[in-house]
């Protein structure tokens, strides 16, 4: 899922290998400096490429940043969850606009989920009846 990012100008763009690298290092630190990546070897990659990756995510609207010392110390702005969701929501809005009618996309993601695991059909259809009790009681208000 990491490798796919929302809200560039275009829609939907993919992150390169070193940015989702380093976005998972900063994940699991918390936060960091080029200097801090690069010692505990999260990247094999040179100080001054992890710098300009570090700020290209920056600019994405990935990382926030602020001054520590002369450097800068970057960390994440949603945790890897709500990136994940952010990535999936936006993909499947894709895929439901994508269609003529959107039922023939729901028709492709069920044959999907099945072939994956069939027993993760009970598992969208207890979703399915919590998103409905939730609208119904949104309505009832």
Do not use: C
Request: proline share 4%.
């Amino acid at each position: 899922m990491l490798s796919w990012l929302k809200n560039s100008p275009s829609g939907i763009q993919r992150l390169g290998p070193l940015e989702s690298q380093l976005l998972r290092a900063l994940w699991k630190r918390g936060d960091g400096t080029v200097r801090e990546l690069v010692e505990d070897e999260f990247s094999s990659a040179a100080y001054t490429t992890v710098m300009t990756t570090l700020d290209r995510l920056f600019k994405k609207g990935l990382l926030n940043r602020a001054p520590d010392g002369r450097a800068f110390r970057y960390k994440p702005r949603q945790t890897e969850e709500e990136f994940n969701r952010t990535i999936l929501a936006a993909e499947v809005s894709r895929l439901l606009n994508s269609a003529a009618h959107p039922a023939v996309p729901l028709s492709f993601l069920v044959d999907t989920v099945t072939r994956h695991d069939a027993a993760l059909l009970d598992e969208l259809q207890r979703a399915v009846g919590r998103k409905r009790r939730e609208l119904r009681k949104k309505e009832d208000r």
